[in-house]
């Protein structure tokens, strides 16, 4: 379906990674999971979860990041998508929350990592100095104010720049079915007590709640950006939510969305 002035494209991702994606973040999956840290559980349980949209993010990047172009990965650990970057060549640099929890990772593969709460913080970065800003799985994890820390990211991309946001889709099959027949808002990570405990466990706020496409949209849009596309992506393990998903791709569980900055908002 196409897009106009007000209604980004949307499309489905019809296929898996490449292989070549993939092999890349099974090896930063092991160089992490080797790595010693006091989160290692969690990271190895996120490599195994979040592994083909990695690979698939991989792929997508390339399309859009031309040699020598910079990137900033918001919210990089565990680092799967940070390492796979850098050994592709890319200027990356990524943000993180508490980098001592990776700081042996860090260090043995010289990644170059600002320390910056961005809920609380602004980015130590240069307006206009970000050609492309990676802010995959974290949209979902904001508590404070999310307006601020998007508006952080308008303010450090070019004009022309884009933003890379991926979030779990609310309106999905599984969201549907949570809501109507457990009447529980979620459809990814559930039990709001959990999510909240992970301060505790593993350093960082789970999933605050999750949203649906037309509320990131509107949202995004309201902050500054321009919602070009909204990328439905994700597979489900039956065959009859397989089949739902390939008729109305709206229903699959994630959602990536590319944004761009308008030269009026430098």
Known sequence: MSGSANQPEMTAAAFGPSAEANAEILKAAELVTAS??????????????HRARLALDLDLIE????????ILEMGSAPYLLTLALKARGHRLTGVD?????????????DLDI???????????????SVDLVLFNELFEHLRIDPIFTLGEVLRVLKPGG??????????????????LFAGEAWSCSQSVYDQYAKLKTIGHMGHVREYTAAEVTDFLSRVGFSVERQIYRGRYASNWEQMAARMRPQLRPFV???????????
């Open 162 to 179: 884009r933003l890379f946001l991926s979030t779990p889709n609310l309106k999905s099959l599984t969201g549907i079915r949570n809501f």
């Open 256 to 266: 990536t969305y590319i944004a761009g900055k308008p030269a009026a908002a430098a």
């Open 114 to 128: 600002l320390d910056c709460n961005i809920e609380e913080k602004p980015l130590p970065l240069a307006g206009d």
């Open 36 to 49: 010693e840290s006091g989160i290692g559980d969690w990271a190895r349980t996120y490599a195994v979860d």
């Open 97 to 109: 929350l508490d980098p001592s929890r990776f700081a042996a990772l860090i260090a043995a593969h």
């Open 63 to 70: 399309d859009f990041a031309a040699p020598g172009q910079t």
